[in-house]
């Protein structure tokens, strides 16, 4: 019966002119796609912008690395605190001042 | 037949409808990270998946099922996800990354020319996949499950967003939520120390951050002025007019306190909170005397303890503290355990004094059984209460108009001084009550919220399908864009 719901949910979409996934697994809008990288591609490397003119003008920039907002956990104190960006004694205006052992 | 029809259309009501759809390309290899084959781990009873790998893929699917229902988007947005070895060391590390992969502009359909559209968002402005591949990218560090991080055994794969997981294990839930936001768009493409955009075009994002001392938004500022007012807090702000509508209906008043019977008259101060303990509603905490505890030994240490640091239970005059408000003294012990003797003592909330010189003490620590109010003074009003006649101050917690993590009815943006590359101008302002996703702070608390980020994300010009509260309109919501 699931199956069917999910199938009628994608119908309903096509009504409305969206195209939609097949859930996959029980998630709903969501498909899982296989393709593997090489392994050794160091995952913080940042190289340089590039851009590329398409004939109607539009132009596509691939970031390479740059942009990325890394999630950084710091234990301190003996708590952890996270931060999305970098850590360190400025982590941000509330945690820098926040202790749980006084 | 025309039953039918009823039943189908029933079914049709009754299934939640994606209207986007949401592909996340595994690009780990065979047998590693989401492709683990190792035996599930025990939360499998709220995850479902029987290998690691598929634990932590279940992880990303639900995630990406959130989004999925909230967006919509003609062209599938591709998330490049894996689980990969990230710097990591016992006292510090990254739990994960991600951002778009491209960004477009001067494509067909584009509301705004020369400008930058992070690709997700471009691609479904422009109904066509402008870039053919995967647009956003998230790396998530696999070293948290080797217990590379003191204090965590490794990530927790729960989906229950009410159960963020032992306090060993970091929930991957919120985080995968606030990286698909930035990969969407949900950050600056601008690098706050230089103020230099990272492609040759103005991005979207500067349309609408704005600084209020400057008078300028970013996207008329040079270079310069933009790394000057990535530091300017509390003066940089988001204009857009669907987040700032929608303030009232998320963010709490500015917490304050209401003193009365004190040297100099009446006061109102700013307090800071608690990271435990009961909260402050809009209607105001409980109004009560203010006792100041005398525990009756003041421990040694460096510093040392004081009578008045609630840090021996019971307190000597524990008698006086019932349906008062306790004071304390910063130091000797933890937030957490002045908070639990003064609470045993029938306190109504708990003041704790810093210490030192400055602001007041904000305070970290969980402890689900503490339930009165929790709230740090500085040390010179600790002061000021003490030297009141016993019984005579009072004091009750209140929240201002002025809604939290806001200024001059705008959203306020994360712009400490110290430039946090990564950080600084791509958040919401840490000092939002209640937190937000994407405050730079991902707490493990958040479950599966998306908050004003949905209200964010359809500013820049996504067609969000998730109805926020009815919006009110405010002075910033009326700001005109450049």
Same mark, same amino acid.
């Given at each position: 019966?699931?199956?069917?719901?999910?199938?009628?949910?994608?119908?309903?979409?096509?009504?409305?002119?969206?195209?939609?996934?097949?859930?996959?697994?029980?998630?709903?809008?969501?498909?899982?796609?296989?393709?593997?990288?090489?392994?050794?591609?160091?995952?913080?490397?940042?190289?340089?912008?590039?851009?590329?003119?398409?004939?109607?003008?539009?132009?596509?920039?691939?970031?390479?690395?740059?942009?990325?907002?890394?999630?950084?956990?710091?234990?301190?104190?003996?708590?952890?605190?996270?931060?999305?960006?970098?850590?360190?004694?400025?982590?941000?205006?509330?945690?820098?001042?926040?202790?749980?052992?006084? | 037949?025309?039953?039918?029809?009823?039943?189908?259309?029933?079914?049709?009501?009754?299934?939640?409808?994606?209207?986007?759809?949401?592909?996340?390309?595994?690009?780990?290899?065979?047998?590693?990270?989401?492709?683990? +084959?190792?035996?599930?781990?025990?939360?499998?009873?709220?995850?479902?998946?029987?290998?690691?790998?598929?634990?932590?893929?279940?992880?990303?699917?639900?995630?990406?099922?959130?989004?999925?229902?909230?967006?919509?988007?003609?062209?599938?947005?591709?998330?490049?996800?894996?689980?990969?070895?990230?710097?990591?060391?016992?006292?510090?590390?990254?739990?994960?990354?991600?951002?778009?992969?491209?960004?477009?502009?001067?494509?067909?359909?584009?509301?705004?020319?020369?400008?930058?559209?992070?690709?997700?968002?471009?691609?479904?402005?422009?109904?066509?996949?402008?870039?053919?591949?995967?647009?956003?990218?998230?790396?998530?560090?696999?070293?948290?499950?080797?217990?590379?991080?003191?204090?965590?055994?490794?990530?927790?794969?729960?989906?229950?967003?009410?159960? +963020?997981?032992?306090?060993?294990?970091?929930?991957?839930?919120?985080?995968?939520?606030?990286?698909?936001?930035?990969?969407?768009?949900?950050?600056?493409?601008?690098?706050?120390?230089?103020?230099?955009?990272?492609?040759?075009?103005?991005?979207?994002?500067?349309?609408?951050?704005?600084?209020?001392?400057?008078?300028?938004?970013?996207?008329?500022?040079?270079?310069?002025?933009?790394?000057?007012?990535?530091?300017?807090?509390?003066?940089?702000?988001?204009?857009?007019?669907?987040?700032?509508?929608?303030?009232?209906?998320?963010?709490?008043?500015?917490?304050?306190?209401?003193?009365?019977?004190?040297?100099?008259?009446?006061?109102?101060?700013?307090?800071?909170?608690?990271?435990?303990?009961?909260?402050?509603?809009?209607?105001?905490?409980?109004?009560?005397? @203010?006792?100041?505890?005398?525990?009756?030994?003041?421990?040694?240490?460096?510093?040392?303890?004081?009578?008045?640091?609630?840090?021996?239970?019971?307190?000597?005059?524990?008698?006086?503290?019932?349906?008062?408000?306790?004071?304390?003294?910063?130091?000797?012990?933890?937030?957490?355990?002045?908070?639990?003797?003064?609470?045993?003592?029938?306190?109504?909330?708990?003041?704790?004094?810093?210490?030192?010189?400055?602001? +007041?003490?904000?305070?970290?620590?969980?402890?689900?059984?503490?339930?009165?109010?929790?709230?740090?003074?500085?040390?010179?009003?600790?002061?000021?209460?003490?030297?009141?006649?016993?019984?005579?101050?009072?004091?009750?917690?209140?929240?201002?108009?002025?809604?939290?993590?806001?200024?001059?009815?705008?959203?306020?943006?994360?712009?400490?001084?110290?430039?946090?590359?990564?950080?600084?101008?791509?958040?919401?302002?840490?000092?939002?009550?209640?937190?937000?996703?994407?405050?730079?702070?991902?707490?493990?608390?958040?479950?599966?919220?998306?908050?004003?980020?949905?209200?964010?994300?359809?500013?820049?010009?996504? @067609?969000?399908?998730?109805?926020?509260?009815?919006?009110?309109?405010?002075?910033?919501?009326?700001? +005109?864009?450049?």
């Amino acid at each position: 019966m699931r199956m069917v719901g999910l199938a009628l949910s994608g119908a309903l979409a096509l009504v409305a002119g969206n195209p939609v996934a097949v859930a996959d697994e029980g998630f709903a809008g969501v498909r899982v796609e296989y393709a593997p990288k090489r392994s050794d591609a160091d995952p913080m490397a940042v190289g340089a912008v590039t851009e590329k003119r398409m004939p109607d003008g539009t132009v596509v920039a691939a970031l390479n690395g740059n942009a990325m907002a890394p999630i950084q956990a710091l234990v301190r104190d003996g708590r952890l605190l996270t931060s999305c960006g970098e850590v360190a004694d400025r982590f941000d205006f509330r945690a820098r001042r926040r202790s749980e052992e006084q | 037949m025309a039953r039918f029809y009823l039943l189908l259309a029933a079914m049709l009501v009754a299934t939640p409808v994606p209207a986007a759809e949401m592909v996340i390309v595994n690009t780990n290899a065979g047998g590693a990270g989401l492709n683990d +084959p190792s035996p599930a781990r025990p939360e499998a009873g709220v995850n479902g998946g029987t290998t690691l790998g598929a634990q932590r893929l279940r992880v990303l699917q639900r995630a990406a099922e959130i989004w999925a229902a909230a967006l919509d988007s003609p062209v599938p947005i591709r998330i490049e996800a894996r689980m990969v070895e990230l710097p990591c060391s016992p006292a510090s590390n990254i739990l994960g990354q991600g951002g778009p992969l491209y960004m477009a502009w001067n494509f067909s359909n584009a509301p705004r020319r020369d400008t930058a559209y992070p690709i997700a968002l471009a691609n479904a402005l422009a109904r066509r996949d402008l870039d053919n591949g995967a647009d956003i990218r998230i790396d998530l560090n696999i070293s948290v499950d080797n217990g590379c991080m003191d204090g965590t055994v490794g990530w927790w794969y729960g989906l229950d967003p009410a159960d +963020p997981g032992p306090a060993d294990r970091y929930p991957l839930l919120p985080v995968v939520l606030h990286e698909i936001a930035h990969g969407l768009g949900f950050l600056s493409s601008v690098n706050p120390g230089t103020g230099e955009y990272y492609v040759s075009m103005p991005t979207l994002w500067s349309n609408y951050l704005y600084d209020q001392q400057a008078g300028k938004h970013w996207r008329n500022m040079t270079a310069a002025e933009r790394a000057a007012s990535a530091r300017n807090d509390p003066y940089l702000v988001w204009t857009g007019d669907n987040v700032n509508r929608q303030l009232s209906n998320w963010l709490l008043g500015i917490l304050r306190l209401d003193i009365e019977g004190v040297r100099g008259g009446e006061r109102r101060l700013s307090v800071a909170t608690a990271e435990f303990g009961g909260s402050i509603p809009s209607s105001g905490g409980p109004a009560a005397a @203010v006792v100041t505890v005398n525990d009756g030994i003041a421990a040694a240490g460096d510093p040392p303890g004081t009578f008045t640091d609630g840090c021996e239970y019971p307190f000597l005059n524990g008698n006086r503290l019932q349906g008062r408000i306790a004071l304390v003294d910063r130091g000797s012990c933890t937030f957490v355990e002045k908070a639990r003797n003064a609470q045993e003592q029938g306190a109504v909330a708990l003041l704790v004094a810093n210490n030192v010189e400055g602001t +007041p003490p904000t305070m970290g620590g969980v402890a689900s059984d503490i339930t009165i109010p929790v709230l740090g003074i500085t040390r010179e009003e600790g002061a000021r209460l003490k030297r009141s006649p016993a019984g005579v101050a009072s004091a009750q917690p209140s929240r201002d108009e002025t809604l939290s993590g806001t200024r001059a009815g705008c959203m306020r943006m994360y712009a400490p001084a110290s430039i946090s590359s990564g950080s600084s101008v791509t958040h919401f302002h840490s000092e939002a009550t209640p937190s937000l996703l994407m405050e730079p702070g991902v707490s493990p608390g958040l479950g599966d919220q998306l908050d004003m980020t949905l209200d964010l994300l359809r500013d820049l010009g996504w @067609v969000i399908r998730a109805g926020g509260p009815p919006a009110t309109a405010n002075d910033c919501a009326q700001r +005109p864009l450049p």
